[in-house]
């Protein structure tokens, strides 16, 4: 898929959101639920565990072609611009719409960025930034020049996440005006922008209207919260509607 068609994909008036998922079973519990994007990755593996290309291509089958899905390609936090170039171009052969990179704060990490800039140009790529990673080339300081060098090189969107799933939730560890100005830079920089990182039910009212083009879940699909468990359909039904009732609120003055 190439970044100006995920973008006329995702961007609306409210945001869309994202299920991750682990197999074809709950991919196919995703979609039917309504989630806009599927992510396939594996929660055993980290934050962005990687699953194997076969698998990939296990849930492009069970979806069908009308399903947006994108893949992870593996938490590597030493930013090697090698494997990783190989490991997105896998997954997008795999059938992933969208190839989604974790982005370390590692002597690397701009090397990376430009080495996936001819790639990104033609397939949709996005980082993802950790919040409890911001150091280094990731310090707030500098996370506006990041994402310019992300827009620079042809990468189409930035979600901000977590890398420590017992740890803070997003909302916890930035409060809602610095989750406000990381969105607002990401869309000056015309990158799509999503958050992640452990969302809860509850946090869907207080994110959705800071604008962000996307909300990502895991644990708050999972039975007993655990990321790690299977989906679970009543709770990945709470969520839908949720998201399916903020598509009907009005636009926030915040």
Known sequence: MTPALLGSRLRGTAPRWLASVLDPDEAVLARDAGADVVDAKDPRAGALGALAPRQVRAIRQALGAGTLLSATTGDLPGMPAGPIEQAARDVLRAGADVAKVALYPAPGLHACIERLAPLAH?????????????????????????????????????????????????????DLPRLREFIECAHAQSLLCGLAGSLRLQDIGELAPLRPDLLGFRGALCRASLRTAGIDAARIAEVASAMRAQAHEPASAL
């Open 122 to 174: 033609e397939h949709a790529l996005v980082g993802v930034v950790l919040a409890d990673r911001l150091q280094g080339p990731c310090a707030p300081r500098h996370l506006e020049s990041l994402l310019r060098r992300m827009a620079g090189a042809g990468w189409c969107g930035v979600v901000l996440d977590t890398a420590d799933k017992q740890g803070p939730a997003l909302p916890r560890l930035l």
